[in-house]
Nanobody, 121 residues
Framework: QVQLVESGGGLVQPGGSLRLSCAAS????????MGWYRQAPGKQRDMVAR???????TYRDPVKGRFTISRDNAKNTVYLQMNTLKPDDTAVYYC???????????????WGQGTSVTVSS
């Protein structure tokens, strides 16, 4: 089994910054792409940013230039640095990882429990 634990959410004023972290643990043979998704109240869950195992990144248009995704492969951890936050960024942020749990086992996708981010004055 694989666990993803997020941290770093909270309340921040517009224009402020937050850094989210997500650590993967458990039965991990190989960790592939990792990503951050978010879900605002009454809306669907959308991809925010993703990063491959070799560091290639993809961002959703509304966060380009403001958010930066990175990862520490030695720690099986992915980060999301969020700058110039806006009220529209308010959502529950979920970590996501594609993991092969053992040799010859197929890749599976795992999700964290989510961390809440509120941008408000």
């Amino acid at each position: 089994q694989v666990q993803l634990v997020e941290s770093g959410g909270g309340l921040v004023q517009p224009g402020g910054s937050l850094r989210l972290s997500c650590a993967a643990s458990g039965s991990i043979f190989r960790l592939y792409a990792m990503g951050w998704y978010r879900q605002a109240p009454g809306k669907q869950r959308d991809m925010v940013a993703r990063i491959t195992s070799d560091g290639s990144t993809t961002y959703r248009d509304p966060v380009k230039g403001r958010f930066t995704i990175s990862r520490d492969n030695a720690k099986n951890t992915v980060y999301l640095q969020m700058n110039t936050l806006k009220p529209d960024d308010t959502a529950v942020y979920y970590c996501n990882a594609d993991v092969s749990p053992a040799i010859l086992k197929p890749m599976q996708t795992y999700w964290g429990q989510g961390t809440s981010v509120t941008v408000s004055s």
